[in-house]
Nanobody
Framework: VQLVESGGGSVQAGGTLTLSCKTP????????MGWFRQAPGKGREGVAA?????????WYADSVKGRFTVSEDNAKNELYLQMTSLKPEDTAMYYC???????????????????WGQGTQVTV
């Protein structure tokens, strides 16, 4: 399974970007989908996550609450991350990831996620 991100780019502080992740091979249900980011010299951190069987289950890192929104279109097999009020500290490579659902769907740890995309760069 290869996840494919798109939508990254350069934006001024306060701007908006929406990232997309195509998820071919992942069925519309039974997965925890997440967005992670990694800035130069830093570890990979979870940004947002959503249970594919419960759209109301979204989890967000404290640093992005109220600014980022995760959503998915199961009919298109796509995951999205809408980012608003972007800050310079949001600059990073952003990755989408997936794992089989089970337990609380969140991005607290990257290791349970077995499927990853190649990343898309966001520069603020």
């Amino acid at each position: 399974v290869q996840l494919v991100e798109s939508g990254g780019g350069s934006v001024q502080a306060g701007g908006t970007l929406t990232l997309s992740c195509k998820t071919p091979g992942i069925t519309p249900s039974g997965y925890c989908m997440g967005w992670f980011r990694q800035a130069p010299g830093k570890g990979r951190e979870g940004v947002a996550a959503i249970d594919s069987d419960d759209a109301g289950s979204a989890w967000y890192a404290d640093s992005v609450k109220g600014r980022f929104t995760v959503s998915e279109d199961n009919a298109k097999n796509e995951l999205y991350l809408q980012m608003t009020s972007l800050k310079p500290e949001d600059t990073a490579m952003y990755y989408c990831a997936a794992r089989s659902s089970g337990g609380y769907c969140n991005g607290g740890h990257a290791s349970p996620f077995g499927y990853w995309g190649q990343g898309t760069q966001v520069t603020v």
